[in-house]
């Protein structure tokens, strides 16, 4: 963001400026408070592992209403496809979970967002024992997340319908800079080798599908993006802004 624009910002959303030095951290808790209000969410998986729902039929497609902004509910809602096959994050599975880790495990529920209680029954591996696809039961009395029995369940994750999947590049940018002030003549040395990740092959929910260069969405725990303007209705192409707070890599990272 050209220095400019970032005064500009920070004066609409009332970041305090020391010696015209703009804190990073604040900079982006003010972006973050900013797109809260203003983008529409929606699912998108930057990392896909199958899930292959046993006892789901094989040609059902239900559409379930999601809403677009819990801030804002002028935004309304969207329709979202649920089916036999979907994709969820990588990361969102463990074969041997961690202590406090609550999401998909074997013999274990999670809540899809939006859609139903699901239970991990089994998995399947490659050649390389690498997990390649998850297998699971719905729990068909558990439409929007809530079990009929009124069970607790701890986590909640989202997903995509395979076959209703948008393909997209996504572009993880971090910050430039080791360092919060990278001044003096040593100032290469804290520039962030992982301040670009370029991501292949992100499956994202349908509505995504005819997203306009320059819009911008919030992908449900994952963070803020914008189409880059080089994107086409055949190759999108998504930048993220910010992240969101992810406190399991806190607690990893701990680890």
């Known amino acids: 963001m050209p220095p400019?624009?970032?005064?500009?910002?920070?004066?609409?959303?009332?970041?305090?400026k020391r010696n015209s030095v703009v804190d990073v951290a604040m900079l982006e808790h003010a972006i973050?408070?900013?797109?809260?209000?203003?983008?529409?969410?929606?699912?998108?998986?930057?990392?896909?592992?199958?899930?292959?729902?046993?006892?789901?039929?094989e040609d059902r497609v239900e559409q379930l209403d999601a809403v677009n902004?819990?801030?804002?509910?002028?935004?309304?809602?969207?329709?979202?496809?649920?089916?036999r096959v979907l994709y969820i994050e990588r990361d969102d599975f463990r074969e041997t979970p961690p202590p406090k880790y609550f999401r998909l495990s074997p013999g274990k529920e999670v809540r899809l967002?939006?859609?139903?209680?699901?239970?991990?029954?089994?998995?399947?591996?490659?050649?390389?024992?690498?997990?390649?696809?998850?297998?699971?039961t719905v729990d068909l009395d558990?439409?929007?997340g809530m079990p009929a029995d009124g069970r607790k369940v701890k986590a909640t994750i989202h997903w995509v319908s395979a076959a209703h999947a948008v393909d997209a590049e996504v572009r993880l940018y971090d910050r430039l800079f080791t360092?919060?002030?990278?001044?003096?003549?040593?100032?290469?040395?804290?520039?962030?080798?992982?301040?670009?990740?370029?991501?292949?092959?992100?499956?994202?929910?349908?509505?995504?599908?005819?997203?306009?260069?320059?819009?911008?969405?919030?992908?449900?725990?994952?963070?803020?993006?914008?189409v880059d303007?080089?994107?086409?209705?055949?190759?999108?192409?998504?930048?993220?802004?910010?992240t969101l707070r992810d406190t399991w890599a806190k607690i990893e990272q701990r680890g």
């Open 4 to 16: 400019e624009a970032i005064r500009t910002f920070c004066e609409r959303v009332g970041v305090a």
């Open 179 to 226: 360092a919060e002030d990278p001044g003096g003549d040593d100032w290469l040395d804290t520039l962030n080798p992982a301040s670009l990740e370029k991501v292949g092959g992100a499956k994202l929910e349908p509505s995504l599908a005819g997203a306009a260069p320059g819009s911008r969405w919030q992908f449900e725990r994952m963070g803020y993006f914008c």
């Open 229 to 242: 303007t080089d994107a086409t209705p055949a190759a999108l192409v998504f930048n993220r802004t910010v």
């Open 113 to 136: 967002r939006w859609a139903y209680i699901v239970k991990c029954t089994g998995v399947v591996k490659d050649d390389a024992g690498e997990v390649i696809e998850v297998r699971g």
């Open 142 to 144: 558990s439409r929007g």
């Open 32 to 57: 973050r408070e900013d797109l809260n209000r203003r983008t529409p969410r929606v699912m998108a998986v930057l990392r896909p592992l199958r899930l292959v729902l046993e006892n789901w039929p």
């Open 69 to 83: 902004n819990p801030e804002d509910p002028t935004m309304g809602t969207r329709s979202v496809p649920f089916s």
